[in-house]
């Protein structure tokens, strides 16, 4: 043993920061080293309390800071630190705003588990609510709110009403968010103090993150009764002031409009125009509320059926397919432009919007194209739309283009494109002569023997094919008995049996076909194939008796015998009795051969999902769109949030002019979300007709006494300079057009611009498609050993003008650059106008090849 004081020996075990010395004395007769096992070691507590006691002496702040860090990290890694609050709160005596917040924190986390310790720092918390910085004000009462202990409501009360009438905006905001969370603590105290009539007082706050949160506050408060209480007065104010808001706040306003019932038609549209621009923006959150907005406003002040207006109103679906074209453009853009899994939730939304509008997208089907890049999700999504697109105009370019992802080596995509071209076929929406077309291509996939599940899957789609169209069995017979031996998956075998039997009449080989699986019925596993496989030959013998009666007669006896399937077993005794014992053979026929199996509408009954569709509609811009389903199958009762549409009763009757709501502006609304734009939304006044604008009054927004004046009326379509330039999708003009009017302008009124670029494209045909999506066409491209250059064009909407605008691109392969040379043929003839929209065309151009630039 070494000598009393001197060092001990090196245990392996000992715990982290502890020190392989010993105290005075440490050694013991037993071999073990009692000291390390004391309170007086310097473990990872003991350690971080000889910091703390040293803190208030410590002259380096990021010291001050690593200590503070030191516990914050122990506490974040499950350590309980709570031996250390005492030191701790006397660390919180500090101007030092990040020691501060990470000592707030520390209370808080150990305030729930230790309720004793943390009334201790209440007093501390209560002076810091009141001290003269406002983010330490700030701070403390975020604190102090979030000790969340019943016993803690007296203190917090006062605090909590001092801060809504702060001086400082983030003080007040962080005190309404309090609010929120003392009435999750004690609901009576919290009615008590009369919080909710303070809440909507502070709607008419001067800072908008404060109203923002007022109105998070108030619809969670509010839950049980469907939300915060909306009226004229208060949507209008909120509208008045959307420009205002954050990207956050503007989508919690937006969320509110769905439940507001207009006044009356006129104000319904002003709310639509106002809303308007917000489609301009990049961000996917907000044009998707604002979709789901104008829905809301359509449904309400549509014309119904039975309803005493003009023969001239439009109807409700009337609207909603106005409302349907004017957000095409917006949707399809951020789908070709937005990550992986927001493509993939727009396609979703997308798909709601085409079952509700078919054909409003139908002319954008390019751009559900799959592209190679893209993530299976993507794929599958995408090949399920591009059914629903097909026109007699489009169904050719669909076709071929699903017949190209047949054989891909994803099986499910090749599945889901024999699916969709069935799917074209079925609904008859590829025009004349489309289902014997597609029904021939089905009939070669057939024979695909080295892609089983096509096989199968083609199978499927031509059996539901003709019974939709009877007349194609022509097409279909013949190698169904070829088929038959090949396909090997359980579905595709049971419809091509389907088929020989309820069409074995004329295919000569059809009982020969059967015989040879009911040979080898022991060896099927399958049920749905015996089932199958009974009907049709029961059919098939009242067809052509002699040649099926024996074999009908063996397989009567192996089905009867077959205990694998009740259902099956029950199928062949019912066959069995009904045939043994029918006293005119024309009654069994007539059961057993009757055609309620052919299809009198486009679609099978078990497809038809017209009321879940429905109710996906009330429920746009959630996830139920995402999964497919209604809130309460994935969201308990007791959660979902009810939607309730307010006002029931309105101040003005329905033919009252209302005052104008105002319209702040395109570009104030659209820098809340940055730059970008979306070019060809740029546009176009939407097509729901803008009311007259009403004769500019005063009215009293929220009903609080001041009079206050409504904002002039919104400018009409093309007085807007930012609304000045929407450029026509279907354009196109040939080569000799595009020669003569480009040697038609002067060089000297061409604008060249020049930009730097982050990285090149791989090919022309990338940057041709994300200009087509901007409307900006291409007459002709091609690649040189340094540079690409294209030939683009572009044509105005003729409301705006109908001038041409003619490009030429060059983007330099190194260093990278992109140089506009840009020639503007007839259209406005402003200088002033002209140069807006040549400025327009670049930021277009420039959002289109995002990717590539800085």
Same mark, same amino acid.
């Given at each position: 043993?070494?000598?009393?004081?001197?060092?001990?020996?090196?245990?392996?075990?000992?715990?982290?920061?502890?020190?392989?010395?010993?105290?005075?004395?440490?050694?013991?007769?037993?071999?073990?080293?009692?000291?390390?096992?004391?309170?007086?070691?310097?473990?990872?507590?003991? =350690?971080?309390?000889?910091?703390?006691?040293?803190?208030?002496?410590?002259?380096?702040?990021?010291?001050?800071?690593?200590?503070?860090?030191?516990?914050?990290? @122990?506490?974040?890694?499950?350590?309980?630190?709570?031996?250390?609050?005492?030191?701790?709160?006397?660390?919180?005596?500090?101007?030092?705003?990040?020691?501060?917040?990470?000592?707030? &924190?520390?209370?808080?986390?150990?305030?729930?588990?230790?309720?004793?310790?943390?009334?201790?720092?209440?007093?501390? &918390?209560? %002076?810091?609510?009141?001290?003269?910085?406002?983010?330490?004000?700030?701070?403390?009462?975020?604190?102090?709110?979030?000790?969340?202990?019943?016993?803690?409501?007296?203190?917090?009360?006062?605090?909590?009403?001092?801060?809504?009438?702060?001086?400082?905006?983030?003080?007040?905001?962080?005190?309404?968010?309090?609010?929120?969370?003392?009435?999750?603590?004690?609901?009576?105290?919290?009615?008590?103090?009369?919080?909710?009539?303070?809440?909507?007082?502070?709607?008419?706050?001067?800072?908008?993150?404060?109203?923002?949160?007022?109105?998070?506050?108030?619809?969670?408060?509010?839950? !049980?009764?469907?939300?915060?209480?909306?009226?004229?007065?208060?949507?209008?104010?909120?509208?008045?002031?959307?420009?205002?808001?954050?990207?956050?706040? +503007?989508?919690?306003?937006?969320?509110?409009?769905?439940?507001?019932?207009?006044?009356n038609d006129e104000e319904g549209f002003q709310i639509m125009n106002l809303l308007d621009p917000v489609l301009r923006t990049a961000n996917s959150g907000a044009v998707v509320a604002t979709i789901r907005a104008f829905l809301s406003i359509a449904d309400a002040i549509g014309k119904r059926p039975g309803d005493a207006r003009d023969a001239d109103s439009p109807t409700v679906d009337d609207l909603k397919r106005q409302v349907c074209v004017r957000i095409k453009a917006p949707l399809v853009t951020l789908i070709?432009?937005?990550?992986? =899994?927001?493509?993939?939730?727009?396609?979703?939304?997308?798909?709601?919007?085409? !079952?509700?509008?078919?054909?409003?997208?139908?002319?954008? @089907?390019?751009?559900?194209?799959?592209?190679?890049?893209?993530?299976?999700?993507?794929?599958?999504?995408?090949?399920?739309?591009?059914?629903? &697109?097909?026109?007699?105009?489009?169904?050719?370019?669909?076709?071929?283009?699903?017949?190209?992802?047949?054989?891909?080596?994803?099986?499910?995509?090749?599945?889901?494109?024999?699916?969709?071209?069935?799917?074209?076929?079925?609904?008859?929406?590829?025009?004349?002569?489309?289902?014997?077309?597609?029904?021939?291509?089905?009939?070669?996939?057939?024979?695909?023997?080295?892609?089983?599940?096509?096989?199968?899957?083609?199978?499927?789609?031509?059996?539901?094919?003709?019974?939709?169209?009877?007349?194609? +069995?022509?097409?279909?017979?013949?190698?169904?008995?070829?088929?038959?031996? @090949?396909?090997? =998956?359980?579905?595709?075998?049971?419809?091509?049996?389907?088929?020989?039997?309820?069409?074995?009449?004329?295919?000569?080989?059809?009982?020969?076909?059967?015989? /040879?699986?009911?040979?080898?019925?022991?060896?099927?596993?399958?049920?749905?194939?015996?089932?199958?496989?009974?009907?049709?030959?029961?059919?098939?013998?009242?067809?052509?008796?002699?040649?099926?009666? /024996?074999?009908?007669?063996?397989?009567?006896?192996?089905?009867?015998?077959?205990?694998?399937?009740? !259902?099956?077993?029950?199928?062949?005794?019912?066959?069995?009795?009904?045939?043994?014992?029918?006293?005119?053979?024309?009654?069994?026929?007539? +059961?057993?051969?009757?055609?309620?199996?052919?299809?009198?509408?486009?679609?099978?009954?078990?497809?038809?999902?017209?009321?879940? /569709?429905?109710?996906?509609?009330?429920?746009?811009?959630?996830?139920?769109?995402?999964?497919?389903?209604?809130?309460?199958?994935? #969201?308990?009762?007791?959660?979902?949030? %009810?939607?309730?549409?307010?006002?029931?009763?309105?101040?003005?009757?329905?033919?009252?002019?209302?005052?104008?709501?105002?319209?702040?502006?395109?570009?104030? #609304?659209?820098?809340?979300?940055?730059?970008?734009?979306?070019?060809?939304?740029?546009?176009?006044?939407?097509?729901?007709?803008?009311?007259?604008?009403?004769?500019?009054?005063?009215?009293?927004?929220?009903?609080?006494?001041?009079?206050?004046?409504? &904002?002039?009326?919104?400018?009409?379509?093309?007085?807007?300079?930012?609304?000045?330039?929407?450029?026509?999708?279907?354009?196109?003009?040939?080569?000799?057009e595009y020669q003569s009017k480009w040697s038609a302008v002067s060089d000297a009124e061409a604008v060249v611009i020049s930009t730097p670029m982050r990285s090149g494209p791989t090919s022309t045909d990338a940057v041709e498609g994300a200009l087509g999506a901007f409307n900006v066409m291409t007459m002709a491209s091609g690649e040189l050993p340094a540079e690409f250059k294209f030939f683009l064009y572009g044509v105005e909407e003729d409301y705006f003008g109908g001038g041409y605008f003619l490009i030429q691109?060059?983007?330099?392969?190194?260093?990278?650059?992109?140089?506009?040379?840009?020639?503007?043929?007839?259209?406005?003839?402003?200088? #002033?106008?002209?140069?807006? %929209?040549?400025?327009?065309?670049?930021?277009?151009? %420039?959002?289109?090849?995002?990717?590539?630039?800085?």
């Amino acid at each position: 043993m070494p000598p009393s004081g001197g060092p001990g020996p090196i245990h392996q075990n000992a715990p982290p920061g502890s020190m392989p010395g010993g105290p005075p004395g440490g050694g013991g007769s037993s071999g073990r080293d009692d000291s390390y096992f004391t309170e007086s070691r310097k473990g990872e507590v003991n =350690e971080l309390r000889q910091l703390l006691r040293t803190f208030g002496t410590e002259r380096d702040k990021q010291r001050k800071r690593e200590i503070m860090k030191k516990v914050i990290a @122990y506490m974040t890694l499950g350590i309980d630190v709570s031996r250390l609050f005492t030191e701790m709160m006397l660390a919180i005596e500090t101007r030092d705003l990040v020691i501060k917040k990470m000592v707030y &924190l520390f209370l808080c986390n150990y305030a729930e588990t230790h309720p004793d310790l943390a009334q201790m720092c209440t007093n501390t &918390l209560v %002076k810091d609510s009141g001290n003269e910085d406002p983010m330490v004000r700030g701070l403390a009462l975020r604190a102090l709110c979030s000790l969340r202990l019943p016993q803690m409501i007296e203190y917090t009360s006062e605090p909590l009403r001092r801060s809504l009438q702060d001086g400082h905006a983030y003080v007040r905001k962080t005190g309404v968010m309090g609010i929120l969370k003392m009435y999750h603590l004690n609901k009576e105290d919290f009615d008590k103090a009369a919080f909710n009539d303070i809440l909507y007082d502070m709607l008419r706050d001067p800072d908008s993150s404060v109203v923002t949160n007022c109105i998070l506050v108030l619809n969670e408060i509010m839950a !049980d009764s469907g939300g915060m209480a909306l009226n004229r007065a208060v949507m209008l104010h909120l509208l008045n002031r959307i420009h205002e808001f954050s990207e956050f706040g +503007i989508l919690s306003v937006l969320d509110l409009v769905p439940r507001y019932i207009p006044a009356n038609d006129e104000e319904g549209f002003q709310i639509m125009n106002l809303l308007d621009p917000v489609l301009r923006t990049a961000n996917s959150g907000a044009v998707v509320a604002t979709i789901r907005a104008f829905l809301s406003i359509a449904d309400a002040i549509g014309k119904r059926p039975g309803d005493a207006r003009d023969a001239d109103s439009p109807t409700v679906d009337d609207l909603k397919r106005q409302v349907c074209v004017r957000i095409k453009a917006p949707l399809v853009t951020l789908i070709a432009s937005g990550s992986n =899994e927001l493509t993939y939730v727009l396609l979703k939304y997308a798909d709601q919007l085409i !079952d509700l509008c078919p054909g409003i997208f139908d002319d954008e @089907y390019r751009q559900f194209y799959v592209r190679y890049s893209e993530p299976t999700h993507i794929k599958h999504s995408k090949v399920r739309l591009l059914a629903k &697109l097909a026109n007699p105009e489009t169904a050719p370019d669909i076709v071929a283009e699903l017949g190209e992802l047949v054989a891909d080596i994803d099986e499910t995509m090749g599945r889901l494109a024999v699916r969709s071209m069935g799917s074209i076929a079925l609904h008859d929406s590829g025009g004349q002569g489309a289902v014997e077309s597609i029904a021939r291509r089905l009939v070669e996939m057939l024979d695909l023997q080295g892609i089983p599940h096509v096989s199968s899957e083609a199978a499927t789609a031509l059996a539901g094919l003709v019974r939709r169209h009877p007349g194609i +069995i022509t097409v279909v017979s013949a190698p169904l008995p070829r088929a038959l031996r @090949y396909i090997t =998956e359980p579905n595709g075998k049971a419809n091509v049996i389907f088929l020989l039997g309820e069409y074995g009449e004329s295919i000569a080989e059809a009982p020969y076909a059967l015989e /040879r699986v009911i040979d080898s019925y022991d060896n099927i596993t399958d049920d749905g194939i015996k089932t199958a496989l009974l009907a049709a030959t029961v059919k098939l013998f009242f067809q052509r008796p002699p040649e099926m009666q /024996r074999m009908l007669g063996r397989l009567m006896k192996k089905a009867t015998e077959d205990v694998s399937s009740q !259902d099956l077993h029950d199928r062949a005794l019912f066959y069995y009795r009904l045939l043994r014992s029918s006293p005119d053979p024309n009654v069994a026929k007539s +059961i057993t051969t009757s055609k309620s199996m052919s299809m009198t509408t486009d679609q099978f009954a078990e497809e038809d999902d017209s009321e879940l /569709r429905a109710a996906l509609m009330n429920e746009f811009n959630t996830l139920c769109t995402v999964y497919r389903c209604k809130a309460e199958n994935f #969201i308990e009762e007791e959660n979902i949030v %009810k939607f309730v549409k307010m006002p029931k009763d309105h101040p003005l009757p329905r033919e009252a002019i209302v005052a104008t709501v105002a319209d702040p502006g395109i570009n104030t #609304i659209v820098d809340q979300f940055g730059d970008t734009t979306i070019g060809n939304t740029l546009a176009a006044p939407p097509s729901i007709v803008c009311a007259p604008p009403a004769p500019v009054g005063e009215v009293d927004l929220l009903g609080f006494g001041d009079d206050v004046p409504i &904002l002039s009326a919104p400018q009409p379509p093309g007085t807007n300079s930012l609304q000045s330039l929407s450029l026509k999708s279907n354009v196109s003009i040939t080569g000799e057009e595009y020669q003569s009017k480009w040697s038609a302008v002067s060089d000297a009124e061409a604008v060249v611009i020049s930009t730097p670029m982050r990285s090149g494209p791989t090919s022309t045909d990338a940057v041709e498609g994300a200009l087509g999506a901007f409307n900006v066409m291409t007459m002709a491209s091609g690649e040189l050993p340094a540079e690409f250059k294209f030939f683009l064009y572009g044509v105005e909407e003729d409301y705006f003008g109908g001038g041409y605008f003619l490009i030429q691109a060059v983007l330099m392969k190194a260093p990278s650059s992109l140089t506009l040379t840009i020639k503007p043929c007839g259209g406005d003839v402003d200088p #002033i106008k002209r140069k807006e %929209k040549i400025d327009q065309l670049v930021e277009l151009i %420039k959002s289109a090849l995002g990717e590539y630039l800085h």
